[in-house]
Nanobody
Framework: QIQLVESGGGSVQAGGSLRLSCASS????????MAWFRQAPGKEREGVAT???????TYTASAKGRFTISKDNAKYTLYLQMSNLKPEDTATYYC????????????????WGQGTQVTVSS
C-alpha cells in the first residue's frame, strides 16, 4: 500500500525557514512525479512545486526563488525547503504523486499525504 506521510510543519515568524519532508512507504518516489501543494483556510488547493523522475523541477510564481523541492531516493523521501517565509505562505502543505507531471492539476495526482500545517506570523 502506498502511503505518503508529511512532517516538518510548524510555526515560524516571517523571514524564517522550514523544511518539509514527505516519506513514501514504497519506491514510488523514484518513478513518479512528486509535487507539493498547499491549501489555506477558505481557499482552493494550489500547487507549489513539482519534481519529475528525471530531476526536472517546476515552481509556481509564489514559490520561485524561495522554495526548493528535492528528494533523497535512498530514503524514499521528498523535501520542500522553504525560506524567507511570508504570512501568505500559511497553509496546510500536502505532498502528492502522479504517474507523470501534469502541471498543478490536483486531479492528476493519485496519491496524497495527510498534510502538515505551516503557520507564518508577521
Amino acid at each position: 500500500q502506498i502511503q505518503l506521510v508529511e512532517s516538518g510543519g510548524g510555526s515560524v515568524q516571517a523571514g524564517g525557514s522550514l523544511r518539509l519532508s514527505c516519506a513514501s512507504s514504497t519506491d514510488i518516489i523514484l518513478t513518479y512525479c512528486m509535487a507539493w501543494f498547499r491549501q489555506a483556510p477558505g481557499k482552493e488547493r494550489e500547487g507549489v512545486a513539482t519534481l519529475d523522475s528525471d530531476g526536472t523541477t517546476t515552481y509556481t510564481a509564489s514559490a520561485k526563488g524561495r522554495f526548493t523541492i528535492s528528494k533523497d531516493n535512498a530514503k524514499y523521501t521528498l523535501y520542500l525547503q522553504m525560506s524567507n517565509l511570508k504570512p501568505e505562505d500559511t497553509a496546510t502543505y500536502y505532498c502528492a504523486a502522479a504517474p507523470v507531471c501534469a502541471s498543478y492539476d490536483s486531479d492528476a495526482y493519485n496519491y496524497w499525504g495527510q498534510g502538515t500545517q505551516v503557520t507564518v506570523s508577521s
